[in-house]
């Protein structure tokens, strides 16, 4: 029977526990989110993500993980954004076009943290999804980097060349339609990088432009 103890004792070997777990606990895993105890909350979030990758079990709390996206608490909101991109493999009732302008604006969220993991959750839904290349562009290139602090502001903008990248790589599916802004965001980013923000633009710029 799966308890918080139980959770907190295999809080490293979660695969072991993953494989005996049914709808019940995984409704316990989701209610754990709320727990104030990190290492409780923490190793719940990983579960269900062990989980999200095998079956479409916790695709059924979709509306929960909405509902935390935009909490006060960032933490909740972060782990509201991770696991709805972690299901969108599931999601073949495109319930995330209801959603995706809300998602989106996470992209910028105040907490840097949060805005890095939804930045870094595009790059799953756009592995099951072409629909939203166009709306994540536009956010994307769009978000006011010169706001954050210097290493924030290359580190958010590494995530978001690597979504714009994934995007590039998609063009035999989708057309060119994003070269030109994509092209356009790259020069206009690369005079305020850091070195290797540089570096990565010079490689992306080089090799499909």
Known sequence: MLSKELLVEKKDNLTSLAENVDDH????????????????????????????????????????????????????????????????????????????????????DQKFITARQCIQGLNKILEYSLEYQEKIVMKLVNIELDKRKDTQRNLLLLDIINVLEKIKSNQNKSGNK????????????????????????????????
């Open 25 to 108: 606990q995984i409704g316990l895993l989701v209610d754990w989110l709320k727990e104030k105890d990190n290492t409780i909350r923490y190793a719940a979030f990983l579960l269900l993500q062990l989980l999200s990758a095998k079956s479409n079990d916790v695709y059924r709390y979709w509306d929960i993980f909405v509902s935390m996206i935009n909490n006060s608490n960032s933490y909740q909101r972060s782990l509201g954004l991770m696991l709805i991109s972690d299901n969108i493999i599931w999601d073949k009732e495109n319930r995330f076009a209801l959603i995706c302008d809300e998602y989106l604006e996470h992209c910028d």
């Open 178 to 209: 994003f070269d030109e802004i994509i092209k356009a965001y790259l020069q206009r980013e690369y005079e305020a990088a850091n070195s290797n923000a540089k570096k990565v633009i010079r490689g992306l710029l080089n090799s499909h432009f």
